[in-house]
C-alpha cells in the first residue's frame, strides 16, 4: 500500500477492492429486491415461513424472551404505520393540503400509506433476520419471567390497536381497498356522476 491509501480510496482516486465489493453486493441485492416486488404472495409465505422458523428456534432454545418481545413491538410499529395514512387528517386544518373525503359526493382521493406494503415486507423480514442473529449470541439472552412479557405485549396490542381503529372511523378512511369502484347497471352509473 502506498502512502496516500485511505479507507476508500488509492492515490489515483479509484475505490478500493472492498468499496467496490460491497458496492457490487449492494446491486445484487437491490435487483433481487426489484425482481420479488410484483410477487407479494411469495414474499409474504417466505416471511412467514422464516417467523415460523424463528419460533420454533426460541421454543426449542427456551431463551431470547427479550429478543422476541423486541420484534412483536417492532412489527407492531410497523403494522401501525401500515395502516395509517401518509399524512394525518388529525393533523391537517380545513383548508391545508389533501385530506380523505368524508361525505358521499366528494372526490375520490386513494388512500395513501405512511408505510406502503413492499417496504413493510422488507423491514418485517430484515427485523426477523436480525431476532435470528441474536438469538446465535448469549449476551441477549437476558434472563425474564416471560408470561408478563406476553401479557403486556397483548395489551399494548389491545390498546394500541383501539386507538388506531377510532381514529379510522373519526376520520372515515379505511386502509384496505380492492380497486376501484363500479356499479351495475347504467341506471347506477348516471346517478354516480350525477351526485
Not at 403494522?79 to 395514512?85: C, Q, R, V
Not at 405512511?114 to 436480525?130: C, D, M, N, Y
Not at 441474536?134 to 416471560?146: E, I, K, L
Request: hydrophobic share 45%; net charge positive; proline share 5%.
Amino acid at each position: 500500500m502506498s502512502e496516500g491509501d485511505s479507507a476508500g480510496e488509492s492515490i489515483h482516486g479509484k475505490s478500493s477492492v472492498v468499496a467496490a465489493f460491497f458496492t457490487r453486493v449492494g446491486q445484487v441485492y437491490q435487483s433481487w429486491l426489484d425482481k420479488s416486488t410484483p410477487f407479494y404472495a411469495m414474499r409474504w409465505a417466505g416471511t412467514l415461513l422464516l417467523t415460523l422458523v424463528y419460533m420454533i428456534r426460541v421454543y426449542l432454545l427456551q431463551g431470547w424472551y427479550i429478543v422476541t418481545y423486541a420484534l412483536g413491538i417492532y412489527h407492531l410499529n410497523l403494522f401501525i404505520a401500515f395502516l395509517s395514512p401518509k399524512v394525518d387528517p388529525s393533523l391537517l386544518e380545513e383548508d391545508e393540503g389533501p385530506s380523505l373525503p368524508t361525505k358521499q359526493n366528494e372526490e375520490f382521493r386513494p388512500f395513501i400509506r405512511r408505510l406502503p406494503e413492499f417496504k413493510f415486507w422488507h423491514s418485517a423480514t430484515k427485523g426477523i433476520v436480525i431476532a435470528m442473529i441474536c438469538t446465535f449470541f448469549d449476551a441477549f439472552n437476558v434472563p425474564v419471567f416471560w408470561p408478563i412479557l406476553v401479557m403486556y405485549f397483548i395489551m399494548l396490542f389491545c390498546i394500541t390497536m383501539k386507538r388506531q381503529i377510532k381514529h379510522m372511523v373519526k376520520y372515515r378512511y379505511l386502509p384496505f381497498t380492492h380497486g376501484k369502484r363500479t356499479y351495475k347497471g347504467k341506471e347506477d352509473t348516471g346517478k354516480a356522476f350525477a351526485s
